[in-house]
């Protein structure tokens, strides 16, 4: 009998990387059926596609919004489709934040085709993957919470303010943190104003060095 078919999407704003992935995983002994999409946010608006997928491969480095953003908006959607995060680099403390963030794989995009497709082919088995030469350096999460550098201080924030807070310093919107958190624009506001307020400051440039103040972010 056959083995059953996956849904893979790739997430990548290159196109070309993208379509040579595709080409890749076409050599999957399962014969996955591959959609690749450029604009991530465009992907969030149809949640229930979202999570027909088997697997999703998102980029690092997105303009619209980075893979890190990806990975923690469909986290707070609660949507467990398993996901690989692929980049041009190897920064160890980039695939420990992927990790932490929810990822079950990270793969190069310099990685050889058997490589990739070992990787791919793991975490369809239900396993996180890494390549070999990185394990013994990457320090596993045992949980997906969300990365925030918090710790106790004279400053008592919520979990939702200092995700809030994190996506400020990150530089993104109050448009693009709504997405990312699943939240309304009114509430995000409401969070800024109280962060406006604990920490006495009247703009988000004050508001953030506050926070990396206080270490409730890193600098």
């Known amino acids: 009998m056959p083995s059953t078919s996956h849904q893979i999407l790739i997430l990548d704003d290159h196109r070309l990387f993208a379509d040579g992935l595709s080409m890749i995983l076409a050599k999957l002994a399962t014969k996955p059926t591959i959609k690749t999409e450029t604009n991530p946010q465009r992907v969030l608006e149809d949640e229930f596609e979202l999570k027909s997928y088997d697997l999703i491969l998102v980029d690092l480095q997105m303009p619209r919004m980075s893979g890190f953003d990806f990975l923690q908006a469909i986290s707070k959607r609660k949507i467990t489709v398993p996901t690989i995060l692929v980049s041009s680099t190897e920064n160890r403390s980039d695939i420990e ?67 809030v807070l994190h996506l400020m310093h990150t530089g993104h919107s109050n448009t693009q943190i709504a997405t990312i958190l699943d939240i309304s624009e009114s509430t995000v506001k409401g969070h800024i104003s109280s962060l406006f307020k604990t920490f006495n400051v009247k703009n988000r440039t004050a508001c953030v060095r506050a926070g990396i103040e206080n270490q409730l972010i890193e600098h």
């Open 97 to 163: 934040k992927a990790l932490k963030l929810g990822a079950q794989g990270f793969i190069p995009k310099n990685s050889p085709t058997h490589d990739m497709l070992t990787g791919i082919q793991t975490v369809l088995n239900g396993k996180k993957y890494v390549p070999e030469h990185l394990v013994g350096s990457i320090n596993w999460p045992t949980t997906n919470a969300v990365v925030n550098n918090t710790n106790p201080s004279q400053v008592c924030l919520s979990p939702r303010q200092i995700e």
